[in-house]
């Protein structure tokens, strides 16, 4: 298995750096340090990448790694992580490897016993979802929606049902289209359009489906990066609740958990009352002569 044996320290490290999504500002003084003592860094598109080394003056050499070389680039990146050589890694906003590239180069590195550490940061994914006002407990993130209408409405009765909050990117010229897709499948649900995060002309609409394709449907044109926070489905949040307590519930009898124990627990984490978690956490422990 990848990464089981122990790293090697005569390899250099390979630093997963964030970046700003927006605002210059936004990187951490702990990303600035390491990639300025980076042997090189690894960047989507080296224009974008050295506006913002000239702002914090960090001098390293650069070299380009994006979809499109990612295959080649990762092996000659690899070879220099071999030679004991630190290696930055950015994208050109945000976190790389979240529908950005860098998720081969990190694999790689793994398989070949290479430190890979992390140094977060900026997500467009988590700053519009705690923004949306929508739950935030449970999320699912779907990257890049699809394009096609085709696509973009299997997708959608696919994730019909799913109870969690939904997260995706969406290009700001199908954006309306995706909306009244969403509205038409999954009912007028409350959703976030957060744009140009972070940047000048930062803005987040809020309200029903309904109520943000009306205000969208009043302007001429829309630009910008644009993630979209949707409501999961109200129908089948208790269902699928109810299967995770009780997955919760056998693994705490596994990990030795006595009955009341378990139930205390569950009943706070799921927000139900203790007497329906009791009744299931029951059926579970009548199997079982030994658990008290």
């Known amino acids: 298995m990848p990464g089981r044996l122990p790293n090697n320290s005569m390899f250099g490290k390979l630093f997963v750096v964030s970046t700003p999504i927006g605002n210059l500002e936004d990187i951490t003084l702990r990303a600035v340090s390491v990639l300025k003592d980076c042997d090189?860094?690894?960047?989507?598109d080296t224009?974008?990448?050295k506006k913002l080394l000239a702002r914090y003056e960090i001098e390293t050499n650069?070299?380009?790694?994006?979809e499109h070389n990612e295959v080649e680039k990762s092996q000659k990146l690899l070879?220099?992580?071999k030679d004991g050589k630190n290696v930055g890694l950015v994208s050109d906003a945000g976190t790389p490897s979240v529908s950005d590239p860098g998720w081969r180069l990190v694999n790689l590195s793994i398989e070949n016993n290479i430190e890979v550490i992390p140094v977060p940061g900026p997500s467009a994914v988590l700053s519009a979802l705690v923004v949306s006002g929508l739950p935030t407990d449970s999320f699912l993130f779907l990257g890049f929606?699809?394009?096609?209408i085709a696509k973009k409405?299997?997708?959608l009765k696919y994730i019909e049902r799913h109870p969690y909050t939904l997260v995706f990117y969406e290009s700001a010229k199908r954006l309306s289209r995706t909306l009244s897709l969403m509205l038409e499948i999954l009912g007028d649900r409350n959703v976030c359009v957060a744009r140009e995060m972070t940047k000048l002309y930062e803005e987040v609409l809020r309200g029903s489906l309904s109520d943000v394709i009306s205000v969208l449907s009043e302007r001429e044109t829309l630009k910008g990066e644009v993630t979209?926070?949707?409501?999961?489905s109200r129908d089948g949040?208790?269902?699928?609740?109810?299967d995770a307590a009780q997955r919760t519930l056998r693994l705490l009898r596994e990990k030795g958990f006595s009955l009341s124990e378990a139930v205390s627990l569950v009943s706070r984490a799921f927000g139900v009352s203790k007497n329906g978690i009791y009744r299931a956490a029951l059926e579970i422990w009548n199997g079982d002569e030994s658990v008290p």
């Open 228 to 232: 979209v926070v949707v409501e999961g």
């Open 62 to 66: 650069l070299t380009s790694y994006h």
């Open 47 to 49: 224009r974008t990448t």
């Open 237 to 242: 949040h208790s269902e699928a609740s109810a």
């Open 40 to 44: 090189v860094i690894a960047c989507e």
């Open 79 to 81: 070879e220099r992580l």
């Open 153 to 155: 409405k299997e997708l």
């Open 145 to 148: 929606f699809p394009k096609t």
